[in-house]
């Protein structure tokens, strides 16, 4: 079945370091990929999706390309700020395995936090 | 607030007790997505609803959780003789009728259930 792998957490990093969290998965069909942020005592929240290979999303100033030769869809952040605290889930939908749906797939999460 | 309204945010049961999780869809919106969150863990998909239909319940437990959505009013989520394992994070989302599987799911802020 389909799958997502993050990189294990937590994560500390200091105020202006750069960011990565890995994410690779694995998909019976050509699925879109999503990055999902939750803050504290809150739902998730999108942060950013990439539909086809090749294809990069960005939101406030994260960015990850959608890499279908290494079945992966990194996060990364040139300079991170205390309030990127929180935790990140990688996770993709498969058109095959969903019938339509968005029947979403997570990873287990990543809890970063920046100090100042 | 037009976001995907969950209440309560938290349900303290004694085993054996009923918990009823509800959920009203951002306005406009008519599926309706349950996820669980187990401690430490990603989401793992539950059901999937539109009005007055279960779609896809392949991620439920076989006993004691139904799930339904009327015509009228909010979804519910419903888990009887609740035991120790169903103390978790519980995620409804949403997503207008007209999205497919890339379209990113709306999510509220979740019922966190505790069993004692």
């Known amino acids: 079945g389909d799958s997502v792998t993050q990189m294990e957490g937590p994560v500390t990093l200091s105020e202006e370091a750069f960011l990565t969290i890995n994410c690779t998965y694995t998909?019976?069909?050509?699925?879109?990929l999503f990055w999902y942020v939750q803050y504290p005592g809150e739902g998730l929240q999108l942060l950013l999706k990439?539909?086809?290979?090749?294809d990069k999303g960005s939101n406030k100033g994260f960015e990850a390309t959608y890499r279908k030769e290494t079945t992966s869809f990194h996060l990364e952040k040139g300079s991170v700020q205390v309030s990127d605290s929180a935790v990140y889930f990688c996770a993709l939908s498969d058109p095959q395995s969903s019938g339509g749906a968005q029947k979403l797939v997570f990873g287990q999460g990543t809890r970063l936090t920046i100090n100042p | 607030n037009a976001g995907v309204m969950q209440n309560p945010r938290h349900l303290v049961r004694r085993r054996g007790q009923e918990a009823r999780l509800r959920c009203s869809p951002m306005?406009?919106?008519?599926?309706v997505y349950w996820y669980r969150q187990l401690p430490e863990e990603g989401l793992k998909f539950m059901v999937y609803?539109?009005?007055?239909?279960?779609?896809?319940e392949s991620g439920m437990p076989k006993e004691r959780f139904s799930a339904e959505f009327p015509k009228e009013g909010p979804s519910i989520l419903r888990i009887q003789q609740v035991v120790r394992g169903d103390s978790a994070a519980y995620f409804c989302?949403?997503?207008?009728?007209?999205?497919?599987?890339?379209?990113?799911?709306?999510f509220g802020n979740g019922t966190r259930l505790t069993v004692t």
């Open positions: 989302a949403s997503s207008p009728s007209e999205s497919s599987y890339n379209s990113p799911l709306h």
């Open positions: 306005k406009g919106h008519s599926h």
């Open positions: 609803l539109q009005k007055e239909n279960i779609i896809d």
């Open positions: 990439a539909t086809k290979a090749d």
């Open positions: 998909a019976t069909g050509y699925p879109s």
